[in-house]
T-cell receptor
């Protein structure tokens, strides 16, 4: 079974530029998550999708971050404009269902450096 | 708001030593508890989880964790560590019985095993 795919793996941009990350979840998984993991911290949930609907985006900085999952499969997370404090690893995860007992399967992450 | 505390940021042990990593959470209601592990160069993956029933949970690779409700703790243990256990370990919690509860991760504990 193929795992969660993410691209790119690494990205370096200057502040005020924009950037987009892509995630393809495990086939058949209804729920998709985007996390931000700053160095030395645990992952922090940014947004959770159930199929193509948003379940939770309470921690998403909506003035600069946006995410979509138009067809209920793959998803894109965008930052525009980027700030220095956005430097982090952005993780995508998926689970079969949206219950909070479901195991989440994580992708390799995208390491973003904002200079 | 919920929070998860992992007080040990970096633990260094010799092979065959016993391991206990601390995890405390702040939430007075029913909880679901998880330990995730990230081996060097690999994705985050589930080590074990507790939902209900026997508070002593056994996971993969000889790990176990004990839920002590009165102490709000879910410590991870292994009687004899191996060099291959070198990794970062994350404790996480969701509210039990609530499908809308997001997962909260601790800041992680880096485990280094001396061969």
């Amino acid at each position: 079974e193929a795992g969660v795919a993410q691209s790119p793996r690494y990205k370096i941009i200057e502040k005020r530029q924009s950037v987009a990350f892509w995630c393809n979840p495990i086939s058949g998984h209804a729920t998709l998550y985007w996390y931000q993991q700053i160095l030395g911290q645990g992952p922090k949930l940014l947004i959770q999708f159930q199929n193509n609907g948003v379940v939770d985006d309470s921690q998403l900085p909506k003035d600069r971050f946006s995410a979509e999952r138009l067809k209920g499969v793959d998803s894109t997370l965008k930052i525009q404009p980027a700030k220095l404090e956005d430097s982090a690893v952005y993780l995508c995860a998926s689970s079969l269902d949206w219950g909070n007992m479901d195991e989440q399967y994580f992708g390799p992450g995208t390491r973003l450096t904002v200079t | 708001a919920q929070s998860v505390s992992q007080h040990n940021h970096h633990v260094i042990l010799s092979e065959a030593a016993s391991l206990e990593l601390g995890c405390n959470y702040s939430y007075g209601g029913t909880v679901n508890l998880f330990w995730y592990v990230q081996y060097p160069g690999q994705h985050l993956q589930l080590l074990l989880k507790y939902f209900s029933g026997d508070p002593l949970v056994k996971g993969i690779k000889g790990f176990e964790a004990e839920f002590i409700k009165s102490k709000f703790s879910f410590n991870l243990r292994k009687p004899s560590v191996q060099w291959s256990d070198t990794a970062e370990y994350f404790c996480a919690v969701t509210e039990g019985g609530s499908s809308a509860s997001k997962i909260i991760f601790g800041s992680g504990t880096r485990l280094s095993i001396r061969p």
